[in-house]
């Protein structure tokens, strides 16, 4: 396969989203379409012929266009993509989404990826910023004739919940990012399709569940949006105090995490994979560095 015929051209937005546009001559179209025919007429028997044996363009008739497209891009795409982050090194932060643009017979075809980095983050100096606020509420004026308060009067120590509360606040308000569009609705689609999951179970629509909370489709995704804007801001800030304060997970503290989720019965589970693992790694430094930083509350 002549992949290396392949051109693409990337821009990026401020934001951090990144389109990749791919150019792909028809004769490697040709070449990956005939390899997809190959592979797709396995299990696919022609009236006339034996299983496997029919003729290219007698197998080319039985199968849908869009799934034989699919099937030609996959085989052009992963290595394309993979070739173009590298040579233009990109990091991207979630697998690229796919759209067609043109798909013509004998002619190029154009296929643009849409995908995303992860913005750059200045921390500052989060541990005095942090610090300072956790000293200023504990600053009291003495008073009474013997220039005391009364335990009654002393200020109410703050809840561990109430001290990361308040850290959560001041990274939101001092540490500023740009979140990635494309990352932002990937997020609230998945809340989304949770949410309908949910109404579904209980038997409603969407429409009543709406009805019922006095809002709209727009009004609620606007909600979600402002929702998933702060909580991706917050997991990136805390990934990346975790990083600075060198946070190490173990694997035990993995394992008792999976063994903690598999005794709720309400959880159906299988042996966890590696990526599983890795996003419970994650979830769990980020965990260690808010109770860090609630210390200094």
Aim: charged share 35%; hydrophobic share 35%; proline share 4%.
């Amino acid at each position: 396969m002549t992949i290396q015929k392949v051109n693409s051209t990337v821009a990026r937005s401020s934001d951090g989203t990144i389109q990749i546009t791919f150019n792909i001559p028809w004769d490697v179209i040709k070449e990956a379409r005939s390899e997809a025919i190959t592979e797709l007429g396995k299990d696919i028997e022609v009236p006339g012929f034996r299983k496997g044996k029919a003729p290219e363009n007698k197998v080319q008739e039985q199968i849908p266009q869009n799934t034989l497209l699919e099937k030609t891009l996959s085989i052009i795409l992963p290595k394309t993509f993979t070739d173009t982050i590298v040579k233009e090194k990109i990091k991207p932060a979630i697998y690229p989404k796919f759209e067609v643009l043109k798909a013509e017979d004998e002619n190029d075809w154009q296929v643009r990826a849409v995908t995303a980095e992860i913005p750059e983050i200045e921390l500052g100096d989060y541990r005095k910023l942090i610090s300072q606020a956790g000293n200023s509420k504990k600053i009291w004026t003495p008073r009474g004739s013997r220039g005391e308060l009364s335990d009654k009067e002393k200020p109410k120590e703050d809840s561990r919940e109430e001290k990361e509360q308040e850290v959560i606040r001041l990274l939101l308000e001092n540490i500023k990012l740009d979140i990635p569009k494309i990352l932002i609705e990937e997020e609230v689609n998945s809340r989304l399709s949770r949410l309908l999951e949910r109404i579904e179970k209980l038997g409603l629509t969407l429409e009543s569940y709406l009805a019922s909370i006095n809002k709209n489709g727009q009004s609620l995704r606007s909600e979600y949006e402002l929702q998933a804007k702060q909580s991706l801001t917050l997991d990136l800030i805390l990934s990346k105090i975790a990083e600075e304060e060198k946070i190490q997970i173990t694997s035990s503290q993995i394992e008792a995490t999976l063994k903690a989720t598999a005794s709720d019965p309400n959880i159906k589970t299988e042996p966890a994979s590696s990526e599983q693992k890795r996003i419970i790694e994650s979830i769990l430094k980020r965990r260690k560095a808010l109770e860090i930083l609630a210390q200094l509350v």
